[in-house]
């Protein structure tokens, strides 16, 4: 009854006075599942690149195939390795806390190497530099949800 | 040693706030007769223990320096005009606050803002009125 009663005045009066439990940035929803995605793209197209065979004589329907292929592996390679990278440094930038890197000091470390995997992704056609990249996004991944307190587990789309 | 913050927020006693029973009515005694402000919380970083739109009332002068623990009513360091509401992790040596939200990811803080000075704790969150 009684908590009733104050409950109702409190709707109808609320005080002036506030005390703000707010988060000052936009509320971010961060996943590492993104840059994963992102990172099986680069893999899956570093083996398509590592597998083709270049056409023999001088076709060039033969040729137009092969290099249309080609092209857009790189392309995409290219595009999903950016893409892979902005995601990294947006949960390196924005999702952690200098409280997580007193528990975990290799973050920095961890990021810095991932990132740079992606460039290494770029500049060449690696499948070793591809499933380093996703080796390292998996730590991200362990470490992200363990700040969460959540046991998530490292699932892959291929 | 100091309490951290989720054995806080998980039982200690002290910093558990009555909603019903003589702990409770002894605040809202202290309201009737004008020794309680109520204030009304907005946003989510104190989640669950306060939530938006909660009321609590504050003690303005508690008689004892604030316990690790405590949910404290703060002037904001960057912007004395707002104030906050966060709970006290722990007293740096040289006497400063370390304050956190109870929903890390939802919130503005000491690990923002640094630790705070004594000075800038309004009050001290005594009781959370029924939603």
């Known amino acids: 009854m009684l908590d009733r009663i104050l409950a109702a005045y409190n709707s109808a009066r609320p005080s002036a006075d506030t005390a703000s439990a707010h988060c000052d940035g936009p509320c971010g929803v961060y996943d590492p599942a993104s840059a994963r995605v992102a990172a099986e793209a680069v893999l899956s197209m570093s083996k398509k690149l590592a597998g083709l065979t270049p056409p023999t004589g001088n076709d060039v329907a033969a040729w137009n195939h092969y290099l249309n292929h080609h092209s857009r592996y790189v392309a995409i390679k290219e595009q999903q390795a950016h893409l892979a990278k902005e995601e990294l440094l947006v949960l390196w930038t924005d999702y952690f806390k200098p409280a997580h890197l007193e528990q975990y000091p290799d973050l920095h470390d961890i990021f810095w190497q991932a990132t740079k995997l992606c460039s290494a992704c770029k500049q060449h056609v690696s499948v070793e530099s591809a499933t380093e990249l996703m080796a390292a996004i998996e730590k991200i991944h362990g470490i992200f949800w363990a700040t969460k307190g959540r046991d998530v587990p490292w699932i892959t789309a291929s | ?131």
Do not use: C
């Open chain 2, 1 to 131: 040693m100091a309490a951290r913050a989720s054995d806080a927020a998980s039982g200690n006693p002290s910093s558990r706030l009555p909603t019903s029973g003589p702990r409770a009515w002894r605040q809202l005694v202290a309201w009737a007769l004008r020794r309680r402000q109520r204030v009304r919380v907005s946003g989510h970083s104190m989640a669950p223990t306060l939530d938006d739109g909660d009321h609590v009332l504050v003690d303005l002068r508690p008689d004892r320096p604030p316990a690790v623990g405590a949910l404290l009513w703060v002037r904001d360091p960057r912007e004395p005009d707002r104030r906050l509401v966060k709970r006290l992790i722990t007293v740096t040596a040289d006497g400063r606050l370390d304050l956190r939200g109870d929903a890390p990811d939802d919130s503005t803080d000491s690990r923002h803002f640094g630790p705070v000075a004594p000075e800038l704790v309004l009050g001290r969150v005594v009781y959370r009125f029924p939603r």
